[in-house]
Nanobody, 120 residues
Framework: QVQLVESGGGLVQPGGSLRLSCAAS????????MGWYRQAPGKQRELVAT???????NYADSVKGRFTIARDSAKNTVYLQMNSLKPEDTAVYYC??????????????WGQGTQVTVSS
């Protein structure tokens, strides 16, 4: 059974920083792309950033230059460093990963989400 567990959310003032982490666990054989998505109240879930197994990254225009995605393959973990946070970044942030595991083949997984609130 593969699980994605996020941590690092919280309340921060505008202009502040947070670092999200997402660790994958279970009978993992390979992890392909990993990423972060977010969903604000009343809005659809949207892509924030993705990173391939080779390290190529992709960002939403709204976070370019402020957020950085990185991964530690040895720890099966993906990070999202968020700087210069704005109130409009407030959302539940979800980790996503494309994983091949024993017994389940290759599937897409979601974490449970972590709340990020940017407010003074």
């Amino acid at each position: 059974q593969v699980q994605l567990v996020e941590s690092g959310g919280g309340l921060v003032q505008p202009g502040g920083s947070l670092r999200l982490s997402c660790a994958a666990s279970g009978s993992i054989l390979s992890i392909y792309a990993m990423g972060w998505y977010r969903q604000a109240p009343g809005k659809q879930r949207e892509l924030v950033a993705t990173i391939t197994s080779g390290g190529s990254t992709n960002y939403a225009d709204s976070v370019k230059g402020r957020f950085t995605i990185a991964r530690d393959s040895a720890k099966n973990t993906v990070y999202l460093q968020m700087n210069s946070l704005k109130p409009e970044d407030t959302a539940v942030y979800y980790c996503n990963a494309d994983i091949r595991s024993l017994g389940a083949g290759r599937r897409n997984y979601w974490g449970q989400g972590t709340q990020v609130t940017v407010s003074s």
